[in-house]
C-alpha cells in the first residue's frame, strides 16, 4: 500500500515480478498515517507481517525549521507506525524502515533525525511489550528512493555515505531479521570523507571505536595541523604563501561542490554564486578548521563570501609577516565582489554598508564621516581607501 497505489512510479512492474514468483499481490492506495482508511483497508486484507518503508524530506537548517515542515516528515515515520501498531493486530514481523540520520545526525535534517529516532525508539518499545519488531537505519541506497534526488545525492557523496546496491542492502535485511535485531544501521561509509565532515570541530565517541574511523582529536590535533601548514608555508614570501593558502581554500570548495579540482573555482567569485548553502557552508567550515588547524566560525562563508576572502583570513592567522595593507585591500575586495552582484537583498546590502560606515568613522578617530545614507558603493570605496591611505 502506498498513497498512489497503482499509480506509484514502479508499482505494475513490482506486483507482476511478485506474481510470476507465485504470490498473490493486491496493490492498494491508502496513507498509512490515516487511521480510519488503513482501518477499512486492513480490515479487507488482514496481514501477518508489517513492514513500514514510508519516508518524507523537507530539509533545512534548524533555524529555519517549523512545526510544518516538521509535521511534514513527522506523520508518515511517526503517525502511521502507531497507526499500523495499533490496527495490525498479532504479526510475525513488524518491520520499520529508519534512517543512519537517527544513528549520527544529518546536517539540516534535524526533523528527519527526530521522525527516525522515534522508529528506533518505537521498536524497542514494542519488544520491551514482548511484540516483534526491527527498526533498520538505513544509510543511502542505489536504484531509486530519496537519495537518488541530484542535489541530495551529491551532497551525500561527498559526506561519505556511497549509495548501497539494492540486492546487497536485502541480504543485510534478511540477516538482521535472521539474527532478530531489534535497532540496527546498515549503511556503506567512505569514513576519510565521512569523518572529515562529522568529527572535524569536535570528539565523536559515537565513531571513536571504529579503526577506519579514527582522526586526530582535540587541541593538540589542531596545533599539529597549525603547525604543519605553517611550516610548508614558512619559505614563501607573504603574496605566496596567501596563493598556497588560496589554492587550499580552492580545493576544499571543490572538495564541497564535487567539482573536479580547485581550477574549477574562481577566487573572486562569490560562493553563494556557485551554489553554496547553509549546509555546505558548515560543511567547507569545517573541513577548513580541520586542514588548516583553525578554530573558525560557523558563519565563515557569510562573514567572508568568496575563496579570496578566506583565504586572506587564513593567511593572516598562519602566515608570520603578512602584510595588513595587503591583507585590507582583498579584504574589501571580497566585499566588493560580493556588493557586485545581484544576490544580496536590500536589508543585506544596507547591513554591509551600515557596518562600513561605522568602520570608516572608528577609523577617523570618531569624526563623523559625513552622511552616507545615500552613497554609492564606489563613493564608500572611495572613501575607505582615503580613510585608510589605500587609494
Known sequence: ???????????????????????????????????????????RYPVNAVFHTA??????????????????????????????????????????FSSLASTTGGAGQGNYAAANAHLDAFAERRRAAGLPATSVAWGAWGGGGLAEQETRA?????????????????????????????????????W??????????????????????????????RAEA????RARLAGFDPRSAHDAVLAEV??????????????????????????FDSLTAVDLRNRLAASCGLDLPATLVFDHPTAEAIAVLLAGQ?????????????????????????????????RVLTRLRTLVDDSAGGEPGGDLDDATDEEMFDLLGTKFGLS
Do not use: W, Y
Open 250 to 275: 580552492r580545493d576544499q570548495v571543490a572538495a564541497v561542490l564535487g567539482r573536479a579540482g580547485g581550477d574549477d573555482v574562481p577566487a573572486t567569485k562569490p560562493l553563494k554564486d556557485l551554489g
Open 1 to 43: 500500500m502506498s498513497r498512489q497505489g497503482e499509480a506509484a512510479p514502479g508499482a505494475a512492474d513490482l506486483a507482476a515480478e511478485l506474481r510470476e514468483s507465485g504470490s498473490e499481490v493486491v496493490v492498494a492506495a491508502c496513507d498509512v498515517a490515516d487511521r480510519d482508511a488503513l482501518a477499512a483497508l486492513l480490515g
Open 192 to 221: 576519510d570523507r565521512f569523518t572529515a565532515g562529522f568529527a572535524a570541530t569536535r570528539p565523536s565517541p559515537l565513531i571513536s571505536g571504529i579503526p577506519e574511523a579514527v582522526v586526530p582529536e582535540g587541541p593538540a590535533a
Open 55 to 96: 519516508g518524507v524530506l523537507d530539509d533545512g537548517v534548524l533555524d529555519a525549521l517549523t512545526p510544518d515542515s516538521a509535521a511534514i516528515v513527522l506523520r508518515p515515520k511517526t503517525t502511521a507506525t502507531h497507526n499500523l501498531h495499533d490496527l495490525a493486530g498479532e504479526v510475525s514481523a513488524f518491520v520499520l
Open 154 to 190: 551529491r551532497r551525500m557523496s561527498q559526506g561519505g555515505l556511497t549509495p548501497m546496491r539494492p540486492e546487497l542492502a536485502v541480504t543485510a535485511l534478511e540477516q538482521a531479521l535472521d539474527h532478530d535485531d531489534t535497532v540496527i544501521t546498515v549503511a556503506d561509509i567512505d
Open 318 to 350: 598562519l602566515v608570520a609577516g603578512a602584510d595588513p595593507a595587503e591583507a585590507v585591500l582583498r579584504d574589501l575586495a571580497g566585499v566588493e565582489a560580493a556588493l557586485s552582484t545581484d544576490t544580496l537583498d536590500a536589508t543585506t546590502r544596507t
Open 226 to 229: 597549525r603547525t604543519g601548514l
